[in-house]
């Protein structure tokens, strides 16, 4: 009886150690870079997954809250390497949640997905000239990403097994970062409690990272909608309330209210909605606003002077009012510690071998420009340090601000991009699907796996991000999200773009199986560039009647 239940004991605890988070001794520094040049190795080793993923992601070229080929192929990449993937994370279709490992620190990657509206183009063609004229495409970058966090991601887990280290590493989508539409809500529903750092990753024309606030703005995303009353424009006007007229009034007042806001705002509008056509008096119209400041309650302050200006327009037409939030950011404050531990990473990594075809095509998109043709960066960046206050005035937003004032957090830039580019524009895809956006993905992709390396292997830097967090970040600000009770993800902005154009799209998915890259599927030399005997590109605007977006 004694022995049989002596095997009891035994089986269970070995079953129980089986399952527990496996431990080892601390590493030595010899050790350590040991490692760290096998992470690197792995990372080279994977260059063709880089490859496949960027093309794949940019012959897909899907819009905010349409991600869905995206997620599929990324999360089936996830599986097949041992994650567990929880899908349609905080309402939204396109988001999921991948998890691999146990116990801690639990870390987090990140980055977005989706492109931009018109961005259509060839990649590797140094001028204006897109894959479908109108279509969405890849001109912010998004398409590279997840190819650096995953392929670290893997690298990481693969030494992770090896040595028996305990951990838990988490990767999450941005889904509809253009629309600021939903990290507030990943925050909302819990989706970071428990994660001690997130590691973002971000297209740039450089190497390395940033710390402290200043650098973005936040902005609450409000579409105002007005109702009134249809009537004959011509036979009986009278009868009629003017949505449009509540939306025309609306941005009167704003455009004349801008001379008195701060410099640091940023704030513009579309009409979204102007009505049916001309003969109906329009009974709904809808004006979309981006409001921009520096701080939560700057921000707060043109929100409220948005919805004084749509009362006072309805108040004049006689018309109703009521608005949607589509999206949110909080401003970012980035994690001191683990930036210098990213620019550190990063002076070992160094940046990539630029041939001489990737200079020439980064030279001549330049010129294209009218810019200083001064190529692809060959000096590392220092690490960025934060403006004062008084001398921040204004810029762009991303939502991973919500993430960064919830956990310790950075932004990796990654040098896949060409310099002195507009941004959010045609030109900004054409080195998305080129060695340069390559060359650049492995490159951050080693940093990257360094950074969390560090992050699982020394106590002592989570430690240090914590203390920064709690005593610098947060000491006097608390994070507010910006979301009403009732607000959702809005999940069904860009579909109908996508619908009209997907079905043509299609037909240049890359198909990685027969092409070694999506240049050679589509038939583009490497770099195409403009010469007195090229003609000038087709105005695709021209071709467009502009419905799509």
């Keep these: 009886m004694i022995t049989r239940k002596l095997c009891f004991t035994l089986s269970m605890l070995a079953a129980l150690a089986a399952n527990a988070p496996a431990q080892s001794p601390p590493i030595t520094a010899e050790k350590n870079a040991e490692l760290k040049k096998e992470l690197i190795k792995d990372v080279d080793g994977n260059a063709k997954l880089v490859q496949v993923m960027i093309d794949t992601i940019y012959s897909y070229g899907e819009l905010g809250f349409q991600e869905f080929e995206t997620s599929k192929y990324l999360t089936a990449i996830l599986e097949k390497n041992g994650f567990k993937v929880e899908q349609g994370i905080a309402g939204i279709p396109t988001a999921w949640m991948a998890t691999w490992g146990s116990g801690e620190p639990v870390i987090a990657l990140g980055s977005d997905l989706d492109c931009i509206p018109q961005a259509s183009q060839k990649p590797g063609v140094a001028y204006h000239d897109p894959i479908i004229a109108g279509a969405p495409g890849h ?34 989508p941005g889904v509809a970062e253009e629309l600021l539409g939903s990290k507030a809500y990943y925050v909302r529903d819990g989706y970071f409690k428990g994660i001690d750092a997130v590691l973002f990753s971000h297209v740039g024309d450089n190497l390395g990272a940033s710390y402290g606030g200043n ?20 036979a009986a006007p009278w009868r009629g309330r003017s949505a449009l007229d509540a939306v025309e009034l609306m941005d009167v007042g704003w455009n ?24 109906v008096v329009p009974q709904n119209a809808s004006v979309w606003y981006y409001f921009r400041e520096a701080d939560y309650q700057h921000i707060k302050d043109l929100w409220a002077t948005g919805d004084h200006m749509a009362t006072g327009a309805a108040t004049m037409t006689d018309t109703k009012w009521d608005s949607t939030l589509i999206g949110a950011a909080w401003p970012g404050f980035f994690n001191k510690p683990i930036a210098e531990e990213v620019l550190a990473n990063a002076k070992v990594v160094g940046l990539p071998t630029w041939s001489d075809d990737d200079q020439k095509l980064a030279k001549a998109l330049q010129k294209e420009l009218k810019v200083p043709e001064k190529g692809l ?9 934060p403006l004062e206050a008084e001398k921040y005035y204004g810029g762009g937003s991303d939502d991973i601000g919500d993430i960064s004032w919830n956990v310790p957090t950075i932004v990796l830039r990654y040098p896949s991009n060409i310099p002195n580019l507009p941004g959010h524009n045609w030109a900004n895809g054409i080195a998305m699907a080129t060695p340069i956006a390559h060359k650049g993905a492995v490159t951050g992709a080693k940093v990257q796996a360094l950074t969390l390396f560090d992050l699982i292997t020394k106590p002592e830097l989570l430690q240090s991000a914590k203390a920064y967090f709690n005593d610098v970040e947060t000491k006097d600000i608390k994070y507010q999200t910006f979301l009403r009770p009732d607000d959702k993800p809005s999940i069904w902005l860009n579909k109908a773009t996508m619908d009209r154009y997907r079905p043509e799209m299609k037909k240049y998915y890359y198909d990685a199986a027969k092409y070694p890259t999506y240049l050679e599927q589509l038939g583009i030399k490497y770099p195409t560039v403009r010469t007195e005997a090229t003609p000038a590109p087709v105005a695709a605007d021209a071709e467009d009647d502009g419905s799509g977006n």
Excluded: C
């Excluded at 960066?377 to 340090?385: F, G, N, V, Y």
């Design 256 to 279: 004349f209210r801008r001379e008195h806001l701060r410099l640091q705002q940023r704030s513009h509008y579309v009409i979204s909605n102007g009505g049916d056509q001309p003969n």
């Design 139 to 172: 001109g912010e970058g998004h398409n590279s990403g997840q190819a650096v966090n995953i392929v670290a991601a893997l690298a990481v887990k693969d030494v992770m097994t090896k040595n028996h280290l305990s951990g838990t590493i988490k990767i999450w």
């Design 377 to 385: 960066a060959t000096t590392l960046d220092e690490l960025k340090t």
């Design 215 to 234: 650098s973005t703005n936040g902005l609450v995303s409000i579409q105002y909608n007005f109702h009134g009353e249809s009537a004959h424009a011509a």
